[in-house]
């Protein structure tokens, strides 16, 4: 089993920035790709970005060249930051942990940018 924890979530005005963070457990040699997720009211859970073990990246059009995903192999964390913060990434942001056959999820963070 793997736990993740989030934190860095809050409250920020449009135009600013937040950096979350995802710390992992349990059985974290078999993670291969970590990422975020958001879900805002009404709305499914979408990609935000991911990053594999080697640090290849990967995100979703809505966020390139605001967010940066990073990912710390030795402190088993993962990173993402948020600039340009607009009203429409205003949503739970869930860290993800991809294995073999699984995928964990943790509670989630919630990040409101207010306009």
């Known amino acids: 089993q793997v736990q993740l924890v989030e934190s860095g979530g809050g409250l920020v005005q449009a135009g600013g920035s937040l950096r979350l963070s995802c710390a992992a457990s349990?059985?974290?040699?078999?993670?291969?790709?970590m990422g975020w997720y958001r879900q805002a009211p009404g709305n499914q859970r979408d990609l935000v970005a991911t990053?594999?073990?080697?640090?290849?990246?990967n995100y979703a059009d809505s966020v390139k060249g605001r967010f940066t995903i990073s990912r710390d192999n030795a402190k088993n964390t993962v990173y993402l930051q948020m600039n340009s913060l607009n009203a429409e990434d205003t949503a739970v942001y869930y860290c993800n942990a991809a294995a073999p056959f699984k995928r964990y999820w943790g509670q989630g963070t919630q990040v409101t940018v207010s306009s």
């Open positions: 349990g059985s974290i040699f078999s993670i291969t790709d």
């Open positions: 990053v594999t073990r080697g640090g290849t990246t």
